[in-house]
């Protein structure tokens, strides 16, 4: 099963303020971990992907602690009580898949703000989003400035995903451009954002475009 859940904390004030608030807490952190991984099994879901777009610099310490606890529940062989709520029980869900995927989803103009050796040990790749980093079409200097602070702190370039977007001035030589410097520069791969910023009419030229580049 290739689909995961992505636990997004960019969207608004509260949801920010909520994911902050959690990661505060031991016990918090600790039932969270549990929850995500016990609704991944129960979805039949391989993994999970924490977008941590608006970091809280005090919290740096407390998300790596969440990732070392999902982890070790996704690699663990005691059992984990999965949720039983009626939102999950209609859907028929089975319980056959073992979560086991631990990705994270990184701001790249906050990467300060993150413990990145750290985030990177207990993931299995990173997601780096450098779209507000970008110039109009093929300038990828900023991506560059992004990972190089990446390998400073200890990110090997195996780990990281280039994010590439779909809207704003990106046309399909750009993504060409982006998923090239993907491909050569020794990175994992490329995160696409998102589906629906592209053409599906026109069979979505801009994330055809790069997919074909990477192959």
């Known amino acids: 099963h290739a689909a995961r859940i992505r636990l997004d904390n960019a969207a608004d004030d509260i949801q920010q303020r909520a994911f902050n608030a959690m990661l505060s ?13 016990g609704f991944c099994k129960k979805c039949n879901l391989d993994g999970v992907d ?9 919290n740096r310490d407390n998300f790596v602690d969440l990732l ?16 039983h709520s009626s939102s999950f029980n209609i859907f028929m869900f089975s319980d056959t898949a073992d979560p086991h995927t631990l ?7 906050a990467l300060h703000k993150y413990k990145l050796k750290e985030i990177s040990k207990k993931s299995k790749f990173i997601n780096l989003m450098t779209f ?18 990446c390998i400073t702190e200890g990110v090997h370039l195996n780990k990281i995903n280039i994010g590439i977007a779909t809207h704003g001035s990106n046309d399909t030589r750009a993504m060409e451009v982006k998923a090239t410097y993907a491909r050569y520069g020794g990175f994992n791969g490329i995160a696409l954002y998102s589906f629906d910023g ?16 990477l192959n």
């Open 25 to 37: 807490s031991h016990a918090a952190r600790k039932n969270f971990a549990k929850n995500v991984v």
């Open 50 to 58: 924490l977008n941590y777009q608006r970091p809280n610099k005090q």
């Open 68 to 83: 070392k606890r999902i982890k070790e529940l996704m690699h663990s062989l005691i059992h984990i009580e999965t949720l």
């Open 103 to 109: 990705s994270v989803t990184l701001n790249g103009g």
């Open 132 to 149: 507000d980093l970008e110039n109009p079409k093929i300038d990828v200097i900023g991506i560059d400035w992004a990972v190089n602070i």
């Open 198 to 213: 592209d053409d599906y009419s026109k069979g979505f030229p801009l994330i055809r475009s790069a997919v074909e580049m």
